[in-house]
């Protein structure tokens, strides 16, 4: 059964989907997203001959996008770039957002329905994208690791702690320094046996390629947590996890929530795929933990 497909949703589906196809489906993506206007006039031979592909590859990538047919593509083409026109209309009067969309003079309803969306979307949009064989592949590198080491820049450290917490619970030895001068010189001391886990949204943070780098070279795994899967920190390291995040204005504003979001789903994500695969092995660490750390931490019910 195919999911419903409205609105900009499609060219967010493809551009996440795009990093972990085969190259032939990348071409096609490719090809729409450059264009998303010119594509949805064209017919599937006038696709196949725009991206150098065969007309069973555009058919094979249309399954892929969880699209009945190559008609509901170009409908959702169609949606898609009615949205976007509107949404250019509703904001050419400002240079520059603030947050999430928001615009001048927007009502505090509006900005609540913006920045929940938002966040809504970066969620579903990071779940759906989700590549099985890239988290099987993280959870193999972890599973031969001795310890788990994290680097990260600013609020990615959320991401970061979340994550230190999960796997300690389950009984892996983990790493995290705020420091990033500490980040990069513990990653220079590394073995073969370690692995690094990479958080940055932008993959362009030069203290997290710094550590990508030197890990790589002492011979340690990597795995990268980002959304952009042309930066140097997912091109560089062992397996790369995407994640979906939200536009927010350009880089006067910065990362937004929307990104963190995405960022803690990944991170849980992976630490379930672990923990399933080390069923009983965590349970008894969790309670372990529980025990010895946490427990005493809770106010008793009084008698």
Request: aromatic letters at 4%.
């Amino acid at each position: 059964m195919t999911e419903p497909i409205s609105d900009l949703t499609l060219l967010h589906r493809i551009s996440g989907k795009l990093p972990y196809m085969a190259t032939s489906l990348r071409r096609v993506g490719e090809t729409i997203l450059a264009n998303p206007d010119a594509a949805q006039s064209l017919t599937i031979s006038e696709l196949a001959v725009q991206a150098s592909v065969a007309e069973s590859t555009v058919s094979r990538f249309v399954r892929e996008m969880g699209l009945a047919g190559y008609k509901q593509l170009l409908r959702s083409l169609t949606e898609a770039q009615v949205t976007a026109g509107a949404a250019r209309r509703n904001d050419e009067d400002t240079t520059q957002l603030v947050y999430e969309g928001v615009v001048r003079n927007d009502s505090v309803e509006a900005i609540v329905g913006k920045v929940a969306r938002s966040s809504i979307q970066a969620i579903h949009l990071t779940a759906v994208n989700q590549d099985e064989d890239a988290l099987s592949r993280a959870v193999a590198l972890i599973d031969q690791s001795r310890v788990i080491i994290f680097v990260c820049m600013g609020s990615s450290s959320i991401a970061a702690e979340e994550a230190v917490m999960r796997f300690t619970r389950a009984g892996r030895k983990c790493m995290l320094f705020r420091d990033q001068t500490l980040q990069v010189m513990i990653t220079s001391i590394l073995d073969p046996d370690d692995v690094v886990i990479a958080i940055s949204d932008s993959g362009k943070s030069t203290s997290v390629i710094e550590a990508i780098e030197l890990a790589n070279g002492r011979g340690a795994k990597t795995i990268a947590i980002t959304s952009n899967p042309e930066s140097p920190v997912a091109q560089t390291s062992s397996v790369s996890l995407f994640t979906s995040s939200v536009p927010s204005g350009g880089e006067l504003y910065g990362e937004s929530v929307t990104s963190k979001w995405a960022q803690l789903l990944v991170v849980d994500i992976l630490y379930a795929a672990y923990a399933a695969k080390h069923y009983d092995a965590t349970v008894n660490s969790l309670e372990v933990t529980w025990q010895n750390a946490i427990r005493q931490t809770r106010q008793s019910q009084p008698g």
